[in-house]
């Protein structure tokens, strides 16, 4: 692999390889193939999906790696995956940001940048509360970074782009290096006065496979 071309100095320390073929691992290939974000994908890209569903393997980059100052670990995992496309792979699954990628996309969203482009690694996802009126907004994929999420619930529907709006701040923020602390404020000018950090969760949170912070107000 060209040190050059993908960006990467290979396997970053604390990153396992992992091949499962069809034939040993079945299930545990089948639970990419089903529920929400893979219906998705069927639906918008049915072809890429029917090729997927018919590779006989895949390929499994994952692990943790300690608080290093730079996130060279980041970059040598886009490079390797990349270089993976480049030589027989198909599609990528990034499971942090519930997002299926094709090779031209991986290329244009993620592997493209050559400056930093954090938002493209995170999903800001929005869903309707009980009381039907207000909504739940927060992201996916900061762990990537070494950060939390973040969390804003009973947003109401006016107020919608001005949460979004500082979602894409933090995400910002936090993928440079920054670190917000407990009981922080919150100060935009487009929110209430008041807004306050508050750390929470854990890795196993099925919301956010990571902690993160929720931002409170009263």
Known sequence: MSLTKYRSAGIPEGIELMRYSRASNLDFIEMFLEGYVWNEFK??????????????????????????????????????????????????????????????????KVFGPTGPAPRQHVVILLSEEDDGETFWIHTRGMRKFGRPDISVRHVQRTMQPAVIDLCNRLIEFQALGAVIAEGEQIRMASLPTGGVAHHGGDLDDPDFNNFHIEVCWG
């Open 43 to 108: 639906t918008r890209k049915p072809d890429l999906a029917a090729i997927v569903e018919a590779q006989p393997e895949c390929i499994v980059l994952s692990g943790t790696v300690s608080d290093p100052p730079m996130l060279n670990y980041l970059r040598d995992s886009i490079g390797l995956l990349t270089f993976f496309l480049d030589n027989g792979g198909k599609a990528i699954y990034d499971p942090q940001k519930l997002e299926w990628y094709s090779s031209q996309s991986w290329r244009e």
